[in-house]
């Protein structure tokens, strides 16, 4: 995958937390740091705005939808 660089301003006490977590090699670099943040975040923020989607379904239309055409077919499946 192809990468870009960006320049971005940090007040200096995050600077000085990320340089600790990199010290300790927690972190292999900043920019590494930095990357997975971001991914973390942007991660984090998709899976909410899924769930905010989802909660605007109507539960008993999709429930009836996932069942719709099941009723006719349940008695022909084998018995387990």
Known sequence: MSRSKVAVSLE??????LDRLVERSVFPSRSQAI?????E???????S???????KLDRDF???????GMSED???WPAY
């Open 12 to 17: 200096e006490t995050t600077l000085d937390r």
């Open 35 to 39: 990357q997975i943040a971001i991914e």
């Open 41 to 47: 975040k942007l991660d984090r923020i998709e899976r």
């Open 49 to 55: 705005r899924l769930a905010r989607e989802c909660a």
């Open 62 to 68: 999709e429930k009836s939808l996932a069942e719709e």
């Open 74 to 76: 349940l008695s022909a």
